[in-house]
């Protein structure tokens, strides 16, 4: 695809994506990270979300600028039949904890790779003998997932409110970079402003100033990661933010680090995988 599903949605079905291709803003609910190739993630049944592509993707539209893919299952119909089946009892608990969304550790990443390539170019019962040796793998081996949830209970959406959502966070994410006043974003909402604060903070359970930071530093790590910067003010301003000082501060208050020491912390990491691959 030129670009991922363009649109905050949910559906019954849980959801394994591995990601082969591209680059975006994952939103999962009220919980906000840059997503990038070599990630691998389970979203929860009737989990809101949306992998929005970075604004590059939409310029110069090539058909295999966005490559991922996804399993869906669901639950109900799928596992009912083996669930009370002794031996399923880890994958039942495994299942269980998906409700809010996780991502795969890193180190898990080339056996869960081939293993879901394994169960797309299968089918019939070949196809769901492997998915559930992946489940089992998925329920036995793997520890320490990153958690895709703020802690807080999944929220539900109408399906009228997941289209208001989806035009508030895709205009957040389009225009990031800019001063976005309460009042215009109020209006792309087509509330008023005060109305709109109660709206997004009863379907969020934070401010919108609070999630146009975040989204606001995703890409700031994102800059940081390529290294397309000259130094962190240059971060600072091409983000929206009015000065260094703010940003620092908004930084380390998302991230628990400083801007300076998560700088160090990613060149570390990338030559701890570079003496690791050689």
């Given at each position: 695809m030129p670009f991922f599903y363009n649109y905050f949605h949910r559906h019954k079905e849980t959801q394994v994506t591995l990601i082969l291709k591209g680059?975006?803003?994952?939103?999962?609910?009220?919980?906000?990270?840059?997503?990038?190739?070599?990630?691998?993630?389970?979203?929860?049944?009737?989990?809101?979300?949306?992998?929005?592509s970075d604004p590059a993707y939409f310029k110069e539209l090539q058909d295999d600028s966005a490559h991922a893919i996804h399993i869906f299952f669901d639950q109900s119909r799928i596992l009912n039949s083996f669930i009370d089946i002794p031996e399923m009892e880890p994958i039942q608990k495994f299942l269980?904890?998906?409700?809010?969304?996780l991502q795969?550790?890193?180190?898990?990443?080339?056996?869960?790779?081939?293993?879901?390539?394994?169960?797309?170019e299968a089918d019939k019962l070949k196809r769901l003998l492997y998915f559930l040796k992946l489940l089992q793998h998925l329920s036995n081996n793997?520890?320490?997932?990153?958690?895709?949830?703020?802690?807080?209970?999944?929220l539900s959406f109408t399906e009228s409110e997941g289209i208001r959502m989806n035009d508030v966070y895709q205009y957040t994410i389009?225009?990031?970079a800019e001063n976005i006043t309460l009042e215009k974003i109020a209006s792309v909402a087509h509330i008023t402003p005060h109305a709109f604060c109660?709206?997004?903070?009863?379907?969020?359970?934070k401010t919108y100033n609070t999630f146009l930071n975040e989204v606001r530093i995703n890409e700031a790590c994102k800059k940081i990661m390529s290294g397309n910067f000259d130094c962190i003010a240059s971060i600072a301003y091409s983000t929206g933010f009015n000065s260094a000082i703010n940003f620092n501060k908004v930084f380390k208050k998302i991230?628990?680090?400083?801007?300076?020491?998560?700088?160090?912390?990613?060149?570390?990491?990338?030559?701890?995988?570079?003496?690791?691959?050689?």
């Open positions: 680059e975006g803003t994952l939103i999962v609910g009220n919980y906000t990270q840059p997503f990038k190739a070599g990630d691998i993630y389970v979203i929860g049944a009737n989990q809101p979300h949306i992998f929005k269980d904890s998906t409700c809010s969304g795969l550790p890193p180190e898990h990443f080339d056996k869960v790779c081939r293993s879901i390539k394994k169960i797309s793997v520890r320490d997932w990153k958690s895709l949830s703020t802690g807080l209970p999944n389009s225009h990031y109660k709206y997004f903070k009863k379907h969020t359970n991230m628990g680090l400083s801007p300076s020491e998560y700088i160090k912390e990613y060149k570390y990491s990338l030559k701890k995988q570079a003496s690791s691959a050689a």
